[in-house]
């Protein structure tokens, strides 16, 4: 097993980009194309049992029907509070009752407790989709990689709208790499997030 030295690597050197185009496809390093997928899940607790059963035979259909690898990835992002905590505190600077104001800084102290142990958090799901460039056969050319990516996105957002969520292409520049940012850069981006809202 190779181990690979990345302490004295820059960030360009160690991530295995070589560029992602104005579609939103992913071009790596070893010539594979890969394509990032956003999906707004469902509320699934909130379901009744007869609808549970439903969507989790609809999932089945899914992973039966892609024939292809995937990865899951779960990002969880710090919520921001702080409107939240400022709409309380104009309330109960109009108010004259000092039993709600009471009520509402026990609120505010617990939601300040909470975020600052980082349990208030929103998930993100991203399904991770690629091809292989195989060198041997020569007649695959990027396009027709392109568009493998493209029928295997719309069989994935075809099984899952069966399941409630909705998918959504990442399709852009922009989004793909404000998506390694935030993930490359958690704290920073959570701080600008809260810095943004005040």
């Given at each position: 097993?190779?181990?690979?030295?990345i302490?004295?690597?820059?960030?360009?050197?160690?991530?295995?980009?070589?560029?992602?185009d104005?579609?939103?496809?992913?071009?790596?390093?070893?010539?594979?194309?890969?394509?990032?997928?956003k999906?707004n899940?469902?509320n699934?607790?909130?379901k009744?049992d007869?609808?549970?059963?439903?969507?989790?035979?609809?999932?089945?259909?899914?992973l039966?029907?892609?024939?292809?690898?995937?990865?899951?990835?779960?990002?969880?992002?710090?919520?921001?509070?702080?409107?939240?905590?400022?709409?309380?505190?104009?309330?109960?600077?109009?108010?004259?009752?000092?039993?709600?104001?009471?009520?509402?800084?026990?609120?505010?102290?617990?939601?300040?407790?909470?975020?600052?142990?980082?349990?208030?958090?929103?998930?993100?799901?991203?399904?991770?989709?690629?091809?292989?460039?195989?060198?041997?056969?020569?007649?695959?050319?990027?396009e027709?990689?392109?568009?493998?990516?493209?029928e295997?996105?719309f069989?994935?957002?075809?099984?899952?709208?069966?399941?409630?969520?909705?998918?959504?292409?990442?399709?852009?520049?922009?989004?793909?790499?404000?998506?390694?940012?935030s993930?490359?850069?958690?704290?920073?981006?959570n701080?600008?997030l809260?810095?943004?809202?005040?």
């Open positions: 097993m190779e181990v690979i030295n302490k004295n690597k820059t960030l360009q050197e160690w991530l295995p980009i070589k560029e992602i104005k579609e939103g496809v992913i071009k790596l390093k070893n010539n594979n194309l890969i394509k990032i997928i999906v899940p469902i699934y607790n909130l009744s007869l609808e549970k059963e439903s969507i989790l035979n609809s999932y089945k259909i899914f039966k029907t892609c024939h292809f690898n995937i990865q899951i990835l779960i990002q969880s992002n710090k919520e921001d509070l702080s409107q939240h905590i400022f709409n309380i505190q104009e309330n109960i600077s109009k108010k004259e009752n000092k039993y709600l104001e009471k009520i509402s800084k026990n609120y505010i102290n617990y939601i300040n407790k909470i975020n600052s142990e980082r349990k208030s958090s929103s998930k993100d799901f991203y399904i991770i989709i690629g091809n292989e460039n195989k060198k041997n056969i020569n007649f695959q050319t990027e027709i990689l392109k568009n493998d990516l493209k295997k996105f069989k994935i957002k075809e099984c899952l709208s069966r399941t409630g969520n909705s998918v959504i292409e990442m399709s852009n520049k922009k989004n793909v790499e404000n998506l390694f940012y993930i490359l850069n958690v704290n920073k981006f701080n600008n809260i810095k943004n809202t005040n």
